[in-house]
């Protein structure tokens, strides 16, 4: 019953931080797509000025994307001063949320007589930043593919004998993953092709989709097609989103407007996005298990019984090492529970921190700390997001040098090498794993 308590204070306090997150980022998109011109000019006490350094012909969505910068420094100073209040306080951690909404809102409208140059400023740090983002999300999704490719093929009996639903399920999910790619990639090619560029970055995508599928599928690799085909569909939609940022119309058809095209490849890559932060927010720090040496994978570790044993984690499986998968015997139940995983996924807890998370805790001083620091990258990630990763100064991604959209287009070009090339290294260490059996 404790556990049960334990786990649901510390996801209610979760949830609250994240509530903080979009309420705030809410409340920005909504002022600045409703009315951005009654903010910008009020001047009852001083003149706010939001179109310094905007584009003449873009103003409204200059006003926009700074209301956003606005709201995401206010978040990113509240996470980061969390980060570190939470460490030595639990109490901080799960009170407080008067405070905390006021702290994030009441800042941003503070901040929207500041200037525009620094946030444009701090718009640049949080487009660096979001790659590290994209890198967590890939390596989360990697974790994810292999969880379910190793759940769904354990074998279930009922009273008539095995039990054939997870098999099923297992074709519906890889065949559902497969469309989703080939669609995409038909969307790709009729429209985001006509430059050299474009045509370089989906062929690739397609070639290493089609590679890294049949070798999968390979008996001395043994990881089926429904963990290829989830990679595989990713790989295509990052494709996609950093074709997005291309200045160039013949590769990008939105780079011309603000609006219309623009706005529902927003909506797409929010709903993936929201749909990842849940994700997170309700494992908590158990994710970290894609770093930690002794860690099950982030659904596995919800298993009573895996029949794979203590499976190797991504972190394992990428330096090659060589995990034993035998259950430890039932005599070794202290150890058992020694190295087993705790709410937060994560094995060794100090004695301190196991102390501090009781029934009545939101989690251990490093889960707490760590949580804060995962929402200081979400709040990144979400202000690229809300403005397209495009200009500072609201201009369509066609117009102007086009320096701030090619970098956004190769930081999330990148992070989609750096995903595949993890997944074929996860690949590459299944096949020699297997060779030695």
Same mark, same amino acid.
């Given at each position: ?19 903080? $997150? ?12 409703? @009315? ?31 209301? #956003?910068?606005? *709201? ?16 030595? @306080? ?46 967590? &999300? ?6 994810? @593919? ?17 039990? *054939? ?14 469309? $989703?790619?080939?669609?995409? $990639? ?27 599928? #049949? ?46 095209? &623009? ?23 158990? #994710? ?35 995990? /034993? /998968? ?23 807890? @100090?004695?301190?921190?196991?102390? *501090? ?17 995962? $929402? ?36 999330? #070009? ?20 297997? *060779?030695?059996?």
């Amino acid at each position: 019953m404790n556990g049960v308590i334990k786990a649901t204070l510390a996801q209610a306090t979760r949830f609250g931080h994240l509530l903080v $997150l979009l309420a705030t980022f809410a409340l920005a998109v909504i002022i600045g797509q409703s @009315s951005p011109n009654r903010i910008n000019g009020y001047n009852y006490y001083t003149q706010i000025d939001l179109l310094q350094g905007c584009d003449p012909n873009d103003g409204d969505s200059c006003i926009y994307r700074q209301l #956003i910068y606005r *709201a995401s420094f206010s978040l990113a100073l509240l996470f980061f001063l969390l980060a570190l209040l939470v460490i030595p @306080s639990d109490y901080v951690n799960k009170s407080f949320w008067v405070p905390k909404f006021g702290f994030a809102i009441g800042l941003f409208i503070a901040f929207w007589w500041g200037e525009n140059n620094f946030f444009s400023g701090w718009s640049e740090f949080a487009r660096v930043v979001s790659f590290f983002w994209l890198i967590v &999300q890939g390596l989360l999704l990697i974790d994810f @593919s292999h969880d379910a490719h190793d759940i769904l093929m354990t074998e279930r009996t009922n009273g008539d004998g095995e039990d *054939a639903t997870p098999y099923r399920l297992y074709l519906v999910v890889s065949f559902c993953c497969y469309f $989703l790619a080939v669609l995409g $990639l038909v969307y790709l090619f009729m429209n985001y092709t006509g430059c050299g560029l474009g045509m370089f970055f989906v062929i690739l995508t397609l070639v290493v989709g089609v590679i890294t599928s #049949i070798v999968s599928m390979l008996n001395q690799v043994n990881k089926g097609i429904l963990t290829p085909g989830i990679v595989f569909a990713y790989s295509v939609f990052m494709c996609w989103y950093a074709l997005l940022s291309h200045p160039d119309e013949d590769c990008n058809p939105t780079a011309d407007s603000n609006n219309g095209q &623009q706005n529902g490849a927003m909506a797409v890559v929010c709903v993936v996005s929201f749909v990842i932060l849940i994700y997170c927010v309700s494992n908590g720090t158990k #994710i970290l298990n894609i770093f930690n040496p002794n860690g099950e994978g982030v659904m596995m570790s919800y298993q009573d019984n895996p029949t794979s044993g203590y499976r190797a984690n991504l972190h394992n499986t990428l330096r090659g090492d060589n995990v /034993t /998968t035998t259950q430890p015997a039932s005599g070794d139940a202290e150890s058992n529970q020694v190295a087993s995983t705790t709410d937060s996924g994560v094995a060794g807890s @100090s004695s301190a921190d196991g102390a *501090a998370n009781g029934p009545d805790s939101s989690g251990t001083a490093h889960e707490r700390f760590f949580f804060h620091v995962l $929402l200081f990258l979400a709040t990144c990630y979400c202000t690229m997001i809300l403005t397209s990763w495009g200009q500072t100064n609201g201009a369509p991604a066609a117009e102007g040098s086009g320096r701030q959209q090619r970098e956004s287009m190769w930081l999330i #070009i990148v992070s989609q090498w750096v995903f595949l090339l993890l997944y074929i290294r996860v690949l590459q260490v299944s096949y020699n794993n297997n *060779a030695e059996a």
